[in-house]
């Protein structure tokens, strides 16, 4: 089983540029997250989806846009991207049923540094 | 607001037993989970706790007293692979997962 992917695995992006991340799950999944990980800040929320269809605003969503068109794929998009974004991009999935069933797991990550 | 505190960094011997600990101020309380994060690589599950006591599972056990907001992970007979990042993350009332920045645990021979 594949669990999450993510693609690509690193980029260097030019600022201003815009760019897709790509994740992709099969563990049909309801609820799908974007994080960022940034040194000694923890994991934040940009953009979380509960459902195919619908999608919500976390903790850092500017710069950022999401969509949610099936229950397997949950592209982020940076529109024009700026210095301040370099980070390592995690996308996560979870059944979202409440309970233990909310542990979310982890793709491999995106490496993404903006000049 | 919402908080998670952990240390940011501990050291132990391998073969030994270490205690991260966690602490948390969320807007309600619906289940703390521990991640293994390795250098590079993403957050793994490790444990889920949800009401007071300790909860093991092979040489590592997580506990939780909810009256005190804290918790802890206890990792028993260290292993060098266990040198890495470990995570605390609380459900708030409304579901949402609000993580501490982790704490960074170094191994030594």
Known sequence: TAGITQAPTSQILAAGRSMTLRCTQDMRHNAMYWYRQDLGLGLRLIHYS?????????EVPDGYSVSRANTDDFPLTLASAVPSQTSVYFCASSDAGGGSTDTQYFGPGTRLTVL | GQNIDQPTEMTA???AIVQINCTYQTSGFNGLFWYQQHAGEAPTFLSYNVLDGLEEKGRFSSFLSRSK?????????LQMKDSASYLCAVHDSNYQLIWGAGTKLIIKP
């Open chain 1, 50 to 58: 509960n459902t195919a269809g619908t999608t919500g605003k976390g």
């Open chain 2, 13 to 15: 011997t391998e073969g």
């Open chain 2, 69 to 77: 907001g804290y918790s802890y992970l206890l990792l028993k007979e």
